[in-house]
C-alpha cells in the first residue's frame, strides 16, 4: 500500500471512531441533562403576583384541580379571570395529601407568596418568618402534602 493511502485510510479510520464515540457520548449526556432538569422542575408552583394567582403543575385528579383553582377565585374575590390555571390532571401527577388544606392555603396566602412543590419537599416563600399568617401557612403546608415531604418557610429575597 502507497503511503497516501495509508495516511488516507487511518484518517478515515479515525474519523469513524471519532463519530462513534461523539454518538455515543451525544444521547449520555442529553438523558443526564434532561434528568437533571426533571429533578429541578416543580412539581406544583402556586404564585400570588399581580393580583392575580398562578396555579402550574400537574395532580392526579380532578377535584384536586377544581378545589385549587375555586380557593384562588375566592381569595382574589370571585375573579376568575385573574386565576391562571396551569394544572394538568395525570395519573402521575402529584399526590395532594388534603386538598382543602391547600385550598385554605390558597386563600390565606398574600401577594408575593411563593410555593414550589418538589417530590420530597414543599417550600413556601413569604414575606415574614415571624408572623402568624406564615405560622399558619406552615400548618397547612404541612397538612396539605403529609408527613413523607418535608414543609419549609423560607424568607422572600
Known sequence: MKPLHRVV????CLLAVVSVVLAAWSPATEKVASVSDAASVPLLEIRWHGGGIVLQGAVRDSATQHALAQAAAERLGGETDQVTDWLDIKPTG???????ALARLIRLGQEGWHLQRQPAEARLAVQSLVD???AQALSL??????????ARVVQLP
Not at 9 to 12: G, P, R, S, T, V
Not at 94 to 100: F, G, H, N, S, W
Not at 141 to 150: H, K, N, Y
Open 94 to 100: 402529584l399526590v395532594v395529601a388534603d386538598p382543602a
Open 141 to 150: 403546608l404541612q397538612a396539605a402534602f403529609g408527613p413523607g415531604v418535608s
Open 132 to 134: 402568624t399568617r406564615s
Open 9 to 12: 485510510a487511518l484518517a478515515a
